[in-house]
């Protein structure tokens, strides 16, 4: 009975860790959070209110893309709560992750995959799930579409519709 508790305990602790794997999950607040991070001095990066106006001062760029200011939209109500642990130099991915927390919508938003000058035999090399993504990016709903090689062929037929970085 012990042994089988173990076992399912390790499966569960498996399973979390291969999900929490995604090399795009938070890539918008790890870029913005290292940008903020990089303007800042040595002795500054442990100064909380130097860093709360570090992070105001990146937010009013005019420079920003959109997602990176979506981003700022989320974390300058608690600008605070991400000066503590930033103070304390913890890493960036470890500090979105946490404030992901409080806000789960910050994670969720990513950087569009790039489909400039990609034929066909590079679209067929990318997963289903990133496929829709692109075309939720652009706008276009696949209606009727199960095979991946529908996917594909509405990727391309919005081809048209890539490169807009606005909401």
């Not at 930033?86 to 500090?95: A, Q, T, Y």
């Amino acid at each position: 009975m012990r042994a089988l508790s173990i076992i399912s305990a390790a499966v569960v602790l498996a399973s979390s860790a291969s999900a929490s794997n995604d090399p795009r999950e938070c890539e918008v607040c790890m870029k913005v959070m290292q940008d903020v991070q990089d303007t800042l001095e040595k002795p500054d990066q442990k100064d909380k209110p130097k860093i709360e106006k570090a992070l105001g001062n990146y937010c009013a760029r005019d420079t920003l893309s959109a997602r990176e200011r979506k981003i700022c939209y989320y974390v300058d109500p608690i600008k605070r709560d991400v000066a503590q642990p930033f103070s304390l130099g913890m890493p960036v991915d470890r500090l979105c992750k946490r404030i992901n927390k409080s806000n789960p919508e910050i994670c969720s938003v990513k950087f569009p995959v790039k489909t400039e000058n990609l034929e066909k035999k590079d679209l067929t090399k990318l997963r289903v799930k990133q496929l829709k993504s692109i075309l939720l990016d652009r706008g276009v709903e696949c209606k009727g579409c199960v095979e991946k090689d529908e996917f594909i062929k509405k990727v391309q037929e919005t081809e048209h519709l890539a490169g807009s970085d606005e909401f």
